[in-house]
């Protein structure tokens, strides 16, 4: 083997310095957007199901629901499940990409670094959300093409992309809690379905006025009703500042809740025994 | 306490009712190369675990570097490097992202992470393969990876838990090397852990032997071997009972005698010499071996004395748990009769 140029004392000194936290956050969301990026089979199918979504429901739905949407955009109206979808089951990428570190023995490495555990855990949510934005662009630019005229333009556009991205950082929370917990990436991966009533429990394909019953009642306690109003209010209305306020109040909410749920599970995870 | 020290003080790790280290206690100092040796399940990896944080002691107390590893867990990360048995690298990533990212997180700047990075892939002979993901490298690749990520931040103490373990044998002399050399040039302290006796004896300023979570003895190989006495005549037999009779024969030609299943062992200075008496004894008494060898002392020997079992007995019950072919150990140096 080649020797080592530098002398001790060149290199001992220069690691005195602490790496701010939020550099240490973000060369965690780095690496965990770069690991992901590099296996398109993680970011493809929550892809290719929103785009599935949104071309189906739109196809076989939009003429009878002129009825109950009185001239609005159907398409307006399906791209925000699109959207949850794609947040519901891209939200495993950072629970995968942390049950990886564990089994590959990387999240040990880590540990025996000063590493700010926070960052273990900010970094893989953020990363998620920023790829759960980039699919969200995706799907939105498909729904352009297929004719949506968004009431509030391109800023409505940005504004939709934004509570995809706060969401997308609270299901992640969810996955991250699970990961750390099991370490296990089928638990992990199986983990995010449980989610998926909430897309269903709403206002799904008709709006909340006209569900009935039990529906309604479980569309009523569903935060995911919350934010599909808003965004649709953004897509076809306008800016409806008490909607909207509603469904982001909604997305940190829940975010809020899963956090701490990620965060205790990370305790449990980095806890020494 | 030096910045270089390691000292292990009653350390005990209990998982419930189970025991994996039980009352070790030792010191390393500064700058020395410290083989810790031991079948697979004695309590290395358990050892090591506690004295670089990421387990806690049910007991006891560790200190690295005149820290110590409950209390000041941080300052133990910042002044030791640590080579786990299990590779521990993100398979997607690149060497000299992981090598960068790993400097940062010691607190370089990105400059400083990438030149060291470029510094330590030539130091491990990988600065060809940089462009390929760390998941397509060999085993040999790997492990001198993980040794260069130990490296990054120039650390003062170095654990090494089985640096070796499923390599080919010109990547463990190269890991030999690098061992010495980080030693020599730099002085730093190495805690090397290992099932391999040769390894241990080649590298190893002094030793301790841990089986089923206790420490046997601790020393200088050389010295531990020099206990034993300087040679010994080993007789092989079909049969057990063709061994008591050997022993009834030939015991008070030698200092000391060891009976290892088919095998007596017979220790004395010079033994070589007394070679030709022995087999005349053994004839004379009817009994025909069916091998003799002469052997000069190994730590496989000094295992045997302190245990009661051979070293490569103790890893081949192991072996169905860990995957580690039975029989591949080391040996000292031994030549036959």
């Given at each position: 083997m080649a020797a080592i140029a530098t002398t001790r004392a060149g290199i001992a000194s220069a690691p005195v310095e602490r790496t701010p936290f939020l550099l240490q956050v973000s060369m965690m969301a780095w690496r965990t957007l770069i690991t992901n990026i590099r296996v398109p089979g993680v970011i493809l199918p929550p892809l290719i199901i929103s785009g599935f979504f949104l071309l189906v429901y739109n196809s076989t739905l939009s003429g009878a629901a002129n009825f109950f949407l009185r001239g609005q955009s159907y398409l307006g109206f399906i791209l925000p499940l699109s959207v949850v979808s794609a947040a519901l089951s891209g939200a495993s990428v950072a629970g995968q990409s942390i049950v990886r570190d564990i089994e590959n023995g990387y999240f040990d490495k880590l540990m025996l670094t000063p590493v700010n555990r926070a960052a273990l855990l900010l970094g893989p949510m953020i990363a998620g959300a920023i790829l759960l934005a980039m699919q969200t662009l995706v799907v939105v630019a498909m729904a352009l093409l297929l004719g949506l005229q968004p009431e509030t333009g391109a800023l409505g556009l940005l504004a939709v992309i934004g509570i995809a991205l706060l969401l997308g950082v609270g299901f992640s929370g969810f996955t991250v809690g699970i990961a750390?917990?099991?370490?296990?990436?089928?638990?992990?991966?199986?983990?995010?379905?449980?989610?998926?009533?909430?897309?269903?429990?709403?206002?799904?394909?008709?709006?909340?006025?006209?569900?009935?019953?039990w529906i309604q009642t479980a569309a009523f306690v569903n935060p995911i009703t919350y934010i599909l109003d808003a965004m649709r209010t953004i897509l076809n209305i306008g800016w409806d500042g008490e909607i909207i306020l509603r469904g982001v109040g909604s997305c940190l909410a829940l975010g809020i809740v899963l956090f701490i749920w990620a965060y205790t599970g990370l305790r449990a995870r980095t806890k020494r025994k | 306490?030096?910045?270089?020290?390691?000292?292990?003080?009653?350390?005990?790790?209990?998982?419930?009712?189970?025991?994996?280290?039980?009352?070790?206690?030792?010191?390393?100092?500064?700058?020395?190369?410290?083989?810790?040796?031991?079948?697979?399940?004695a309590g290395k990896s358990t050892t090591v675990k506690m004295l670089t944080t990421l387990a806690l002691p049910t007991e006891g107390r560790g200190l690295v570097g005149g820290y110590d590893v409950v209390t000041q867990a941080g300052d133990v990360r910042r002044i030791a490097g640590v080579a786990l048995q299990e590779i521990g690298l993100d398979n997607l990533m690149k060497s000299t992202e992981l090598l960068t990212i790993q400097g940062q997180l010691f607190g370089m700047t990105r400059r400083q992470a990438q030149d060291r990075a470029a510094e330590l892939l030539a130091l491990v002979?990988?600065?060809?393969?940089?462009?390929?993901?760390?998941?397509?490298?060999?085993?040999?690749?790997?492990?001198?990876?993980?040794?260069?990520?130990?490296?990054?931040?120039?650390?003062?103490?170095?654990?090494?838990?089985?640096?070796?373990?499923?390599?080919?044998?010109?990547?463990?002399?190269?890991?030999?090397?690098?061992?010495?050399?980080?030693?020599?040039?730099?002085?730093?302290?190495?805690?090397?852990t290992t099932q391999y006796l040769e390894e241990a004896d080649e590298l190893a300023d002094r030793i301790a032997i841990i089986d089923r979570a206790q420490i046997r003895v601790e020393g200088q190989p050389a010295e531990l071997k020099a206990a034993l006495g300087s040679e010994s005549i080993n007789v092989?037999?079909?049969?057990?009972?063709?061994?008591?009779?050997?022993?009834?024969?030939?015991?008070?030609?030698?200092?000391?005698?060891?009976?290892d299943r088919k095998t007596i062992r017979l220790y004395r200075n010079k033994a070589a010499e007394i070679i030709p008496a022995v087999v005349n004894r053994l004839s004379g008494a009817g009994l025909e071996p069916v091998a003799l060898t002469l052997t000069t002392p190994t730590l496989d020997d000094v295992f045997l004395q302190v245990t009661g079992a051979r070293f490569e007995e103790d890893a081949k019950d192991e072996a169905p748990k860990s995957g580690r072919r039975p029989g591949r150990r080391g040996f000292g140096q031994r030549k036959s009769a």
């Open positions: 750390l917990r099991t370490g296990n990436a089928a638990a992990t991966s199986g983990a995010s379905f449980l989610f998926f009533p909430l897309s269903f429990l709403t206002a799904t394909f008709v709006p909340y006025d006209l569900l009935t019953g | 306490m030096s910045s270089g020290e390691i000292r292990a003080e009653n350390l005990i790790k209990r998982y419930g009712e189970f025991t994996a280290v039980n009352g070790v206690s030792f010191s390393v100092k500064s700058g020395e190369i410290f083989g810790f040796l031991g079948p697979n399940g002979k990988l600065t060809e393969f940089t462009d390929r993901p760390v998941g397509k490298y060999s085993g040999g690749m790997r492990r001198r990876l993980d040794l260069a990520m130990a490296l990054v931040h120039q650390p003062e103490i170095l654990f090494l838990d089985e640096p070796t373990t499923g390599l080919d044998p010109a990547s463990r002399r190269d890991i030999w090397a690098e061992v010495r050399r980080l030693n020599r040039d730099f002085g730093m302290t190495i805690f090397l092989t037999f079909r049969e057990d009972g063709d061994v008591q009779r050997a022993q009834d024969e030939v015991t008070e030609m030698f200092d000391r005698v060891q009976i």
